[in-house]
């Protein structure tokens, strides 16, 4: 029995990759520089790698992004970019990011989630021009320089059909009109990989995964019946990963392919076995260590699922990842600061590798009672460690706690008359600019520089600024600025019971960004009021309202490594549980309008629509209403969306039953209006007028053309005027000018109405 992974993070253990990078951009450091930096990082992967597993992997190295990466391999250049003069690597950094220079100013190609993932790849554009050929030698030469180690590695690339499913076409020629051509390029990259002695290619096709149409299946069957027939003697492994491939796998087990990858851990990839059994003449690469989870895994667990797959097919069996470990941070053993009854539990990239040869080891029986019952002791440990009072609060959570009364409409009369707003409304989405002032008051205060009480003094001076300039400029609902926040996720977590936070615990997000999310490491609850004290004094300090600022249980949550044995939903609770106490001591404390945001709500949609409702909607959404289902009819209810892609989950949103929402349409407005309008959305709206992403500043008549646009299609009863999103990452000066430009443009057209 052999052992592999889909991929390893191909950040650095100190995120090395990042720093090459922003270096290289800098000009501090040379291309040379780079690529030798780079070389140095593989190498430790690959060495890494083959302490542990038995097939070592090459290709899933990126300077930025692997889809990218083939899109170069196959020649598919953006026409906007294809006559810069630019060397290789700057051009392939060029479209990943844009590129100025003098009178160039060229856009980069839009970024989009991976899957259910928190990453992000850079999207291919195709146009009729395009001309689909094999463009680029990457991936020979790290084949070959895995071979000048000695290592004769397994190739992993982008599969051919993912890829033109994932592109985006912009003339008339769609993905079926590069069937031959994509087919051929493969060809012959497998043909060059046979010739340098490649004996393995992974080829990942994750849009297995989804929702498939019959011309899907069409498309798949055409791209590899050829690639399969004229394919070298190098052996094919067809890799699936986040969900099984329920739609395929009957055609699937019929083609000629050398090994399949199957994720067993998302999806039901079990019952497709069972049901149809596995081709003898295929290798079963079975993805059985989780490869998102950050968790320890449970041998005992995974061998009982591993059991019937291996009786069946016994010394035809691979064992694998779920998925690329991409998603998950390098190694646990950089955080010397989590207490070992903690750390015991976690497993991050480098320790799943041990994992795999651990289970490799059990079910070859070498020395495997040793191995079997460290494991069990210590998943042992944490099994039953939940707190009864949070056990108990959740279970008795009552159907009417879903449901605030009264309805929307005799709310909206109530709050009229208490909050006296005028028409078209002007508001925030909650922070100002964090400044060097504030961000250098955190740093002395992490670092034991200044006291607590110094602290907080310097954070209410900031906010005594932020609500005077926000009354100088005529804003109708004030917020404090949230300058005690760095991140609106690790800013509750810090403040609830249930977090751990790692130090090095960074998964690449894109390109050059990570971010380190917190792990949910028991049960949540709340031990005293976590906002109030500077919701209060910056409402001290105004008669207009001042809105609490909330991060929602679903952006908490999605934004988090979940624990294990304990449902999402479970979790979502105890987090609404928690923030619903924070809104009911922000009410008593005098704070009238309160914005609970649900900035990732739309995250964890699962791929398959089928799924939406039923394993996720259905209690993520009333997770939400028990934040606020307790408050008073005179207090309003904001929250906030950091996108506009609403049309297919329209109605969900509706029902979060909040009496506000913000959210993002600067870049897409009108086509969301529309669909707001043909769904009888009930929600007051504040489609962002302007978008805060740039320095750009919105001049007076270009805001008041979008809000008559807005107009054109809602009632102006329920429109109110805002960014698109919170102001933390700009500056002060273009900030205020964009501000006074947004309030004039609505006093303007409110004078109109
Ligand atoms: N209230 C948060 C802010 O303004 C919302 C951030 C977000 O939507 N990502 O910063
Ligand atoms: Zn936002």
């Known amino acids: 029995m052999k052992t592999t992974i889909v991929g390893f993070p191909r950040i650095g253990r100190n995120r090395e990759l990042k720093f090459l990078i922003e270096r290289y951009f800098k000009k501090e450091i040379s291309l040379e520089e780079l690529n030798t ?35 170069l391999m196959l020649g598919v250049i953006p026409a906007r970019h294809r006559n810069l003069n630019l060397n290789k690597e700057d051009l392939y950094f ?109 080829l990942d096709e994750p849009y297995l995964v989804t929702d498939l149409q019959k011309r899907d299946i069409m498309l798949f069957r055409r791209i590899y019946d050829q690639i399969l027939t004229n394919k070298a003697t190098t052996k094919i492994l067809l890799q699936t990963y986040f969900g099984d491939i329920r739609d395929i796998y009957q055609d699937i087990i019929k083609m000629k392919f050398d090994g399949l990858g199957l994720d067993f851990v998302e999806g039901n990839t079990l019952r497709l076995i069972r049901e149809y059994g596995v081709p003898q003449d295929m290798k079963l690469f079975v993805g059985i260590i989780n490869g998102k989870n950050i968790w320890r895994c449970d041998y005992l667990k995974t061998l009982s699922k591993l059991h019937y797959i291996y009786e069946k097919i016994v010394g035809n069996l691979v064992l694998t990842t779920s998925c690329s470990l991409l998603h998950v941070p390098y190694s646990k053993t950089l955080e010397t600061h989590i207490p070992d009854y903690e750390l015991e539990r976690l497993a991050f990239a480098e320790e799943k590798l041990l994992e795999i040869n651990d289970l490799r080891n059990i079910l070859c029986d070498y020395d495997a009672s040793q191995i079997l019952h460290e494991n069990a002791t210590i998943i042992d440990k944490y099994k039953n460690s939940g707190s009864m009072e949070v056990m108990l609060r959740v279970d008795s959570i009552k159907d009417s706690d879903y449901i605030r009364t009264p309805n929307r409409a005799k709310r909206r009369t109530i ?48 906010i005594k600024n932020c609500i005077e300039l926000q009354e100088k400029l005529g804003i109708d609902v004030l917020v404090h600025g949230e300058f005690e926040r760095n991140d609106m996720v690790e800013f509750f977590g ?52 001042v809105k609490g600022m909330l991060t929602g249980p679903i952006t908490i949550l999605n934004w988090s490594f979940p624990r294990e044995g304990i449902s999402l939903r479970a979790i979502a609770l105890q987090l609404a549980l928690a923030v619903r106490d924070e809104v009911l001591d922000l009410e008593k404390n005098g704070i009238k309008i309160i914005q609970i945001d649900e900035a990732a709500l739309r995250e964890k949609l699962p791929i398959r629509k089928s799924d939406w409702e039923s394993k996720y909607l259905s209690w993520a959404i009333p997770a939400f209403r028990l934040t606020h289902s307790g408050v008073k009819p005179e207090t309003q209810i904001h929250t906030h969306m950091c996108y506009s892609e609403f049309d297919d989950i329209i109605k969900p949103i509706d029902k ?93 057209v409110r004078s109109q109405l």
């Open 37 to 71: 930096g780079t070389r140095e990082l593989r190498i430790d992967h690959l060495k890494i790698q083959a302490k542990y597993i038995d097939m070592v992997n090459v290709g899933d190295f990126s300077l930025y992004d692997g889809m990218l990466d083939t899109s």
């Open 94 to 202: 060029a479209i990943a990011k844009g590129y100025q220079d003098g009178d160039i100013d060229v856009k980069a190609s839009a970024m989009k989630k991976w899957f259910n993932t928190n990453y992000h790849y850079i999207t291919p554009e195709i146009d009729d021009e395009t001309e689909i050929k094999l463009s680029d030698d990457k991936i020979f030469n790290e084949f070959l320089e895995a071979k000048s180690e000695n290592i004769t590695a397994k190739v992993i690339l982008q599969g051919p059909f993912t890829f033109l499913k994932l592109a985006k076409y912009t003339g008339q020629k769609s993905a079926s009109d590069f069937i031959a051509s994509i087919a051929d390029a493969y060809i012959q990259i497998i043909k060059k990989l046979s010739d340098i002695g490649c004996e393995w290619i992974q």
């Open 415 to 462: 709050q009229n008359e208490s909050l006296k707003l005028p028409l078209l409304p002007t508001t925030t989405i909650g922070s100002f600019p964090q400044t060097k002032d504030v961000r250098i008051n955190r740093a002395n205060y992490k670092a034991g520089k200044i006291t607590k009480e110094e602290y907080d003094n310097n954070i209410k001076g900031y």
């Open 494 to 545: 810090e403040n609830l019971n249930g977090f751990l936070f790692t130090k090095f615990g960074w998964v690449q997000s894109y390109g050059t960004r990570c971010v380190k999310p917190p792990i949910i490491s028991a049960d949540i609850s709340r031990e005293k009021p976590i906002t109030v004290e500077m919701s209060k004094y910056a409402q001290s300090l105004t008669d207009k309202p």
């Open 656 to 748: 979060m039953d909040a009496d506000v929402i913000t959210f993002e349409a600067s870049r897409s407005s009108l086509e969301i209006l529309k669909s707001l309008k043909r769904a009888k959305f009930i929600t007051q709206v504040g489609p962002g007028v302007y978008d805060i992403h740039s320095a750009r500043v919105p001049s007076v008549e270009e805001i008041v053309s979008v809000i008559k646009n807005i107009l054109l299609v809602m009632p102006k009863e329920k429109v109110w005027i805002n960014p698109d999103c919170g102001l933390k990452t700009r500056g002060i000066k273009e900030t205020n000018e964009s501000l006074a430009n947004l309030v004039e443009a609505a006093l303007e």
